[in-house]
Nanobody
């Protein structure tokens, strides 16, 4: 069972950048698709980006397309979310998850981290 652990969140000014990391506890990480989701207070969990198990296919929410980049390094059992041109509306807790298919549906992901907080000041 993959157990993701997120890191890299913090406070940043609008227009700034952050890189989130998702470290997996097992080499089987390379067998799973990986997704990033976010949840702001009082809002539902929202799809951000997803990547196939080899990294050849990615998918992004329209709200982050062109600003965020998802990637992974299976040799390090680690995934990443590079976030550029951050906006105040990107403020949320960001979660990494793994699953068996590339989908925007969070219920399809069966292993979740505890999340890392991203706060963008305007």
């Amino acid at each position: 069972q993959v157990q993701p652990v997120e890191s890299g969140g913090g406070l940043v000014q609008a227009g700034g950048s952050l890189r989130l990391s998702c470290a997996a506890s097992t080499r089987t990480f390379s067998m799973y698709y990986m997704g990033w989701f976010r949840q702001a207070p009082g809002k539902e969990r929202e799809f951000v980006a997803a990547i196939s198990w080899r990294g050849g296919t990615t998918n992004y929410a329209d709200s982050v397309k062109g600003r965020f980049t998802i990637s992974r390094d299976n040799a390090k059992n680690t995934g990443y979310l590079q976030m550029n041109s951050l906006k105040a509306e990107d403020t949320a807790r960001y979660y990494c998850a793994t699953g068996m298919r590339l989908t925007t549906d969070y219920t399809a992901y069966n292993a979740w981290g505890q999340g890392t907080q991203v706060t963008v000041s305007s």
